[in-house]
């Protein structure tokens, strides 16, 4: 009986506790501020799916108003625009401690092995302070969270992972975000 009234007291406290806290258990990386930045054209659940997962992994999460894309990162000869340059963009405009996600359902493209121009869902530099997504080549539009959690990962210097069910599995130019469930038990911990 003695055993179960400590139990009660440390039942209560804890729930004291997470009553005051957010879902996640969030430490070293929760101090950056995740900054999203719609741009050109943006389908608008896709925009509150990947505001809401993001904000479940990161207390401070700021939604920017829309923009027009850069002129700059225009690539004409395949009427789409340059993921690279959009970053490198974003990049000058982000202050210390901040993030930025860009987020279009345009075409966005980069150069990869020995194809000059080749279109894609995301890019982000590893580490960084700012990535792109794309919703155009994800099937799915509510898997699009995942390639944005996929690109954080990488601005937050996180690499690709071998377990095919993990946001940060390597896609290898195609659409897996059907297979992806979470991140692995190792990539989350650069989460928290
Ligand atoms: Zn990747
Ligand atoms: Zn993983």
Not at 41 to 51: A, C, D, E, L, Y
Not at 138 to 159: C, D, F, M
């Amino acid at each position: 009986m003695k055993n179960l009234k400590v139990y009660l007291i440390v039942l209560i406290m804890s729930m004291t506790i997470g009553s005051n806290s957010s879902p996640v258990t969030y430490s070293k990386k929760s101090t950056k501020t995740i900054k999203i930045l719609p741009l050109g054209i943006v389908n608008q659940s896709v925009m509150k799916n990947v505001t809401d997962s993001v904000s479940k992994y990161f207390p401070n999460v700021v939604v920017m108003k829309k923009e027009d894309m850069p002129k700059e990162a225009w690539y004409s000869p395949r009427k789409r625009y340059r993921a690279d340059k959009l970053i490198h963009w974003m990049s000058g405009r982000a202050k210390e401690n901040e993030v930025w996600l860009g987020i279009t359902s345009l075409d966005i493209s980069t150069t990869k092995g020995t194809n000059p121009d080749s279109g894609i869902m995301g890019l982000g530099y590893m580490p960084g302070n700012a990535c792109i997504i794309s919703s155009y080549r994800i099937r799915n539009k509510s898997n699009v969270y995942k390639v944005a959690i996929h690109e954080l990962g990488h601005t937050l210097g996180l690499p690709h992972c071998k377990n095919k069910e993990c946001y940060m599995r390597d896609a290898e130019g195609k659409d897996v975000t059907g297979y992806e469930k979470r991140l692995c038990e190792k990539c989350i911990l650069t989460f928290k």
